[in-house]
C-alpha cells in the first residue's frame, strides 16, 4: 500500500492511458476502457504515419505530416513495451518497497541546493503539471484548428471521408482522445523513470554517509560496529541488485527512445533547412526539438548522476577511518571497494551509456549536421 502512494501520480497517467500498472484496472468496466482507448490509440498513428508516406512527392506536407507521426512513434514504442513487459515493470518499482528516502534532507545543508531525495517530489509535481501543460493547449489547438473548417485536428489518413458532420467532429474527438493517451504515458513513463533513478542516488548517498560515520559512532562497541558494517554491506547489494534490475528492464525501452529521439532531431534540423524563412513553422521545429533534447538531457543527467553516486561508495570507503580498524572490518571494507569499482552505468540498450558524454555527442552531431545542410543549401541558392 506505501509503494502505491509513493507512485500514485504516475499510476493515475498509465491509467488514463488504459495501460495500468501495480495491479490497477481490474474491473471490467476498465478493461473496455483499456481496450477501446488503446484501438483509437493505435488506429489513429497508422493513418498519421499513411498520411506520412502519401505525400512523399511533395516534401512540404510530408515533412508537416512527420513531425506528428514521428514524436508520437516514440509514445507508441512506450506504450507497446510497458504493456509487453508489465510484470518486470511492477517486479522493479516493488523492489523499492525497502528503500526509505522519505527521512533523507530536501536541501543540502552547506550549498542549500536541492538534494536528490528533495527532487523526487518535484519530479512528480512537474509530470503532472507537464501533463496539463501539453494536453489542455493542445486539445484547443486541435478543436480550433477543426471548426468551421474540413481540417482535422491533427493531419491524418481516414479510410473514409471524415469532412461532413457529425463524422468529422467525432473524428475530430477521437484524436483528442488518442492525443490523451499520447501525453499520459509519455509523460508518465518519463518521470516514473527519473523517479526511479532518483530513489537509487538517494539510497546510495545514505550508504555513502552511513561507511563515512560507522566508526565515528564512539557508544558502538566493537562487535556492534562490525554488525553495522555488515548492515551497509547488505544494504549496498540490494542497491546494486535494483541498480541491475533498472537496467535490464528498461534498457531496451529506452533504446527505442533514443533511436527516435536522435531521428527526431536530425528530421527536424531538415524540416529547419528546407522552410528556412519560414517564422511560423522555424519557430514551432525549434520548440519542439528543444522539447526533445530536454528529454535526451533528463535521461543522460539522471545516468550521470546515478554513476557519480556508484563512484562514490568508493570514496566514502576511504573517508571511514579504516586505518587502525579491526582486520575484519578492512576486509569487508575492501570488498565493498572492490564492488564499487566495478563501474555502473544505465545504458541505452548497451548501445550508448547515457551520460554527459553522450549528450554532448549527440549535440555535436546535431550541429555538425546542420551546418552541412546550411551549406548545401547556400551552394545550391546560389547555382
Excluded at 523499492?96 to 528516502?101: A, K, Q, Y
Amino acid at each position: 500500500m506505501y509503494t502505491e502512494k509513493r507512485y500514485r501520480s504516475f499510476r493515475i497517467l498509465f491509467i488514463l492511458a488504459g495501460n495500468p500498472l501495480m495491479g490497477d484496472g481490474q474491473s471490467v468496466a476498465y478493461r473496455m476502457y483499456s481496450i477501446a482507448i488503446a484501438t483509437i490509440y493505435y488506429v489513429c498513428w497508422v493513418g498519421e504515419v499513411i498520411e506520412t508516406f502519401m505525400h512523399l512527392d511533395n516534401p512540404e506536407e510530408m515533412l508537416e505530416s512527420a513531425r506528428i507521426a514521428i514524436p508520437i512513434s516514440a509514445c507508441i514504442w512506450i506504450d507497446a513495451f510497458t504493456r509487453f513487459r508489465k510484470h518486470s515493470i511492477d517486479n522493479l518499482i516493488r523492489l523499492t518497497e525497502s528503500f526509505v528516502f522519505e527521512d533523507c534532507p530536501e536541501r543540502d545543508a552547506s550549498t542549500g541546493r536541492l538534494t536528490t531525495a528533495g527532487m523526487i517530489p518535484w519530479i512528480q509535481k512537474l509530470t503532472i503539471l507537464g501533463t496539463c501543460l501539453v494536453l489542455g493547449p493542445h486539445s484547443i489547438y486541435m478543436f480550433v484548428r477543426s471548426i468551421g473548417t474540413e481540417k482535422l485536428g491533427l493531419r491524418m489518413w481516414t479510410p473514409y471521408d471524415a469532412r461532413p458532420s457529425p463524422v468529422h467532429e467525432i473524428t475530430v474527438i477521437i484524436q483528442v482522445l488518442s492525443t490523451l493517451v499520447d501525453v499520459t504515458i509519455f509523460t508518465g513513463f518519463v518521470g516514473l523513470y527519473a523517479t526511479l533513478v532518483a530513489i537509487a542516488c538517494t539510497q546510495l548517498e545514505k550508504l555513502q554517509e552511513g561507511l563515512k560515520n560507522f566508526r565515528n559512532e564512539k557508544e558502538l562497541k566493537p562487535n556492534t560496529e562490525q554488525e553495522k558494517l555488515k548492515e551497509h554491506i547488505r544494504f549496498h547489494q540490494s542497491i546494486l541488485s535494483f541498480m541491475g534490475a533498472l537496467e535490464d528492464t528498461l534498457n531496451i525501452l529506452v533504446l527505442g527512445h533514443f533511436l527516435v529521439i536522435v531521428g527526431a532531431l536530425c528530421f527536424g534540423v531538415i524540416s529547419a533547412v528546407a522552410i528556412w524563412g519560414n517564422a511560423g513553422d522555424l519557430l514551432q521545429i525549434i520548440l519542439v526539438m528543444c522539447s526533445i533534447t530536454a528529454q535526451l538531457g533528463m535521461y543522460c543527467w539522471f545516468g550521470e548522476r546515478l554513476t557519480n553516486q556508484a563512484e562514490g561508495v568508493k570514496q566514502a570507503v576511504w573517508e571511514s577511518e579504516w586505518v587502525g580498524a579491526p582486520l575484519q572490518q578492512q576486509r569487508d571494507l575492501a570488498f565493498v571497494m572492490a564492488e564499487a569499482n566495478k563501474q555502473f552505468v544505465l545504458t541505452a540498450g548497451g548501445f550508448t551509456s547515457l551520460s554527459h558524454h553522450t549528450l554532448i555527442m549527440v549535440a555535436n552531431q546535431v550541429m555538425s549536421y546542420t551546418m552541412f545542410l546550411v551549406n548545401v543549401r547556400d551552394e545550391n541558392d546560389r547555382a
